[in-house]
């Protein structure tokens, strides 16, 4: 099994968003299915959309030099 993008995440739980919130349930043969958590997904989106924020920006981290002439941080 190939390891999705983040991109591709984000995707995919877009998709499933979308068809919870079309029915949660539904039934198939007398058989009734329900569709996944739209909080659970919603939660798992704003994740995703964090995460491939912060690949997509090119941001990097701070770094903090440190002086040890025993004057603190630059």
């Known amino acids: 099994m190939a390891v999705l ?3 591709a995440q ?3 739980v877009q ?3 979308t068809a919870v919130m079309g029915g949660q349930s539904f039934t198939v043969d007398g058989v009734t299915y329900t569709r996944a958590s739209l909080s659970s997904l919603q939660a798992r989106e704003e994740y995703l959309q964090r995460l491939y924020a912060k690949t997509t920006t ?3 981290k701070q770094i ?3 002086r040890f002439d025993g004057m603190g941080y630059d």
Request: aromatic residues 0%; neutral net charge.
């Open 10 to 12: 984000l995707e995919e």
């Open 64 to 66: 903090k030099t440190v």
């Open 15 to 17: 998709t499933a968003i």
């Open 58 to 60: 090119g941001a990097r």
């Open 5 to 7: 993008t983040v991109a």
